[in-house]
């Protein structure tokens, strides 16, 4: 089935920095990805859709500044989390959808992103 | 405003004790209710997609049905590797629709 890789899965940084999620498909092409954010015993809450070669979708109350997605290519998408701040760290998942093959989303492994 | 709501919020199960995991949506429109599986540290992995009223799946001791206010996941002689958080979400038929999820049922199978 469908594929999708995220890379790292846990990634530790300190305050002030920024941290790069990468998300694949690898066995098939992703128009459009999502990120979802995910904290403990809470579901997963969409964050943005990512468009490939166009600007991201950002839902409400999102910093589009804060949390920077590109999608240059049909199977990359990326998530930067920009100055980085304790109350950023959580699970970070992304998404995508083979409709070529129909069924469901396929999701990454997630990032555990912590900032200390 | 689409809306989730799954339960109970967790569930212990001794080996071979079968049960049922609701949930009970609102959506505008319901294009497909999915349900996921999700390991502790792990990303969600796709369990089934339904999208009308009567409709069923299996797969292996699982069983998805849905209604036009819920869902149920029917886990028949559970095994410790059934242990896990189950996933419900809801895809809404509007033009641009994407996945709201429940905050899921954490379920404990004990040997």
């Known amino acids: 089935g469908a594929v999708v890789s995220q890379h790292p899965s846990r990634v530790i940084c300190k305050s002030g920095t920024s941290v790069k999620i990468e998300c694949r498909s690898l066995d098939f092409q992703a128009t459009t990805m999502f990120w979802y954010r995910q904290f403990p015993k809470q579901s997963l809450m969409l964050m943005a859709t990512?468009?490939?070669?166009?600007?991201?979708?950002?839902e409400q109350g999102v910093e589009k500044d804060k949390f920077l997605i590109n999608h240059a290519s049909l199977t990359l998408s990326t998530l930067t989390v920009t100055s980085a701040h304790p109350e950023d760290s959580s699970f970070y998942i992304c998404?995508?959808?083979?409709?070529?093959?129909?069924?469901?989303?396929?999701f990454g492994s997630g990032t555990r992103l912590t900032v200390v | 405003e689409d809306q989730v709501t799954q339960s109970p919020e967790a569930l212990r199960l001794q080996e071979g004790e079968s049960s049922s995991l609701n949930c009970s949506y609102t959506v505008s429109g319901l294009r497909g209710l999915f349900w996921y599986r999700q390991d502790p540290g792990k990303g969600p992995e796709f369990l089934f997609t339904?999208?009308?009223a009567g409709e069923e799946k299996e797969k292996e001791r699982l069983k998805a049905t849905l209604t036009k206010k819920e869902s149920f996941l029917h886990i028949t002689a559970p095994k410790p590797e059934d242990s896990a958080t189950y996933l419900c979400a809801v895809q809404a038929n509007s033009g641009y629709s994407t996945l709201t999820f429940g905050k899921g049922t954490m379920l404990l199978v004990s040997p």
């Open positions: 990512s468009n490939e070669g166009s600007k991201a979708t950002y």
């Open positions: 339904l999208y009308s």
């Open positions: 998404s995508a959808r083979d409709s070529t093959r129909g069924g469901g989303y396929t």
